[in-house]
């Protein structure tokens, strides 16, 4: 079976881009506290709002949907799942949440690991919940025509718990020791888990909620703000090229870990400045703004067709009456267009349309 020495990951060279990615992460984390400190109700609003992009986005990856409504409701906790996907939906959410207000007492062990997926698959009527595989299996992507290609071949399931264990080991010993920046580490580990694949089902959703746990130890906590998981699905083909370029001679151990590390790094960097750009809207027009001010700075910021829902993501300080009354006022006003009606409706800017 392949072993496991993260310390290697040393004598890697880096390309000029991974160390560009990296610098710029380590400036945000340095300006985080100053994000932390700022007001409180922009900031629960961007946590509510991150944690329903999260749980859709990283089970519509996997096939598994509902609708926009059903999902604020599970959510929200004011209805029950109805069907196997709205129950696993369920469960994602409960462990997003666990992570969220655990991380600091959630150690990187395999047993904790086999908890979480326990509690992922625990609405369902699925027996293997918090066991490893008992069958082989693959990771594949689904493409556009409801085709199946299949991308590798993981560990045998009589390899899977040792190398979990050994994982797991040597990503805290290679912490401790401090040879390798954190980041790569992280998505060092998440790219051998997934190459492990040690679940029945559930590994591309487990490997994303380690993700955050592993980020949010390591005092990253974007992740609480802004959807990695939506930024993920959003990039869909290109996790999956990354994955499939990183995999290549995994169980020989001469893969090239560099071009998963790197799509991570971007997704990570990417969070951050949509962070700091929703906290920033307000702040650009001032402190005493109303929500028309707020809206129209966002609008005006916007390139292509936007909807409702797109702006009340970027203005969490708004709800949704004081969005909409000022859409209305800005499409009096000719500032934005309306392209639409009902559900389907979008907006685009004035200034767009050809005359």
């Known amino acids: 079976m392949r072993t496991f020495d993260y310390t290697k990951l040393a004598n890697i060279t880096w390309d ?25 109700v922009k900031l629960n609003r961007l946590i509510e709002i991150a944690k329903i992009q999260s749980t859709e986005a990283s089970n519509e990856i996997e096939g598994i949907i509902t609708t926009e409504a059903r999902l604020k409701q599970l959510i929200s906790k004011k209805t029950t799942p109805r069907n ?16 969220h207000e655990n991380y600091e007492a959630i150690p990187i062990k395999s047993n904790y690991i086999l908890q979480l997926h326990r509690d992922l698959l625990k609405y369902t ?21 409801g085709e199946k290609v299949v991308l590798f071949k993981p560990l045998e399931p009589y390899e899977t718990p040792d190398a979990i264990n050994m994982i797991c080991e040597k990503y805290e010993e290679a912490l401790n020791l401090e040879y390798v920046d954190e980041l790569i580490l992280i998505s060092c580990f998440i790219l051998d888990f997934l190459c492990i694949h040690p679940f029945n089902d559930g590994n591309g959703r487990m490997s994303r909620l380690l993700t955050l746990l592993l980020l949010y130890r390591s005092g990253y906590l974007v992740g609480q703000f802004i959807s990695i998981e939506k930024a993920i699905s959003d990039t869909k083909e290109a996790y999956y090229d990354a994955l499939k370029k990183s995999d290549k001679g995994w169980h020989e151990e001469n893969n090239d870990p560099q071009p998963f590390v790197k799509y991570m790094l971007s997704i990570i960097l990417s969070s951050y400045r949509e962070f700091e750009n929703r906290l920033n809207i307000v702040e650009k027009v001032g402190i005493k703004s109303n929500s028309y001010d707020i809206v129209k700075t966002c609008v ?3 390139i292509g067709k936007f909807s409702k829902q797109d702006i009340l993501i970027l203005c969490p300080s708004l709800g949704s009456s004081s969005v909409e009354a000022a859409l209305k006022k800005l499409v009096q006003e000719g500032i934005i267009v309306r392209i639409g009606v009902g559900r389907s409706t979008k907006y685009v800017r004035g200034d767009s349309i050809n005359e």
């Open 300 to 302: 005006l910021d916007r």
């Open 16 to 40: 000029n881009e991974t160390i560009s990615y990296l610098a710029k992460i380590h400036e945000y984390k340095g300006k985080q506290e100053l994000f932390l400190r700022q007001k409180p």
């Open 84 to 99: 196997r996907d709205e129950e696993e939906i369920l469960g994602y959410k409960n462990v997003l949440e666990t992570i």
């Open 125 to 145: 009527n699925l027996s293997y919940g918090g066991r490893f595989k008992t069958t082989p299996n693959e990771i594949d992507m689904v493409l556009a025509n």
